[in-house]
């Protein structure tokens, strides 16, 4: 089993800027990639970006591709995975989850294994 727990969300205004954290624990993840997603109220969970833990390939939905990043902390013992966005607009209001998948890097919802609780983003124009 692998816990994910997101952290940073909050209400920020349009064209501010948010640092979202993803904490793992649990079993052994070194080789699980990990991803972020997103629903909005009435929506379908969105894919946003996702990284390989070995190696740090990325990749991104067309719609957050240039503002928002996902990275990875370097210390092999502070198991985290960030997701920076910038020119944050109403449009980004959602829950944003952290997904972790042992298989190969993909945008499909059903491809992740473990999912954390999510942390609301709200952007007010």
């Known amino acids: 089993q692998v816990q994910l727990v997101e952290s940073g969300g909050g209400s920020v205004q349009a064209g501010d800027s948010l640092r979202l954290s993803c904490a793992a624990s649990?079993?052994?993840?070194?080789?699980?990639?990990m991803g972020w997603f997103r629903q909005a109220p009435g929506k379908e969970r969105e894919f946003l970006a996702t990284i390989a833990w070995r190696g740090g390939t990325t990749y991104y939905a067309d719609s957050v591709k240039g503002r928002f990043t996902i990275s990875r902390a370097n210390d092999s013992a502070n198991n985290t995975v960030y997701l920076q966005m910038t020119e944050l607009t109403s449009a980004d209001t959602a829950v944003y989850y952290c997904?972790?998948?042992?298989?190969?890097?993909?945008?499909?919802?059903?491809?992740?294994?473990?999912w954390g609780q999510g942390t609301q983003v709200t952007v007010s124009s």
């Open positions: 649990g079993r052994t993840y070194t080789s699980y990639t």
């Open positions: 997904a972790a998948t042992a298989g190969l890097a993909s945008a499909l919802v059903r491809s992740y294994d473990y």
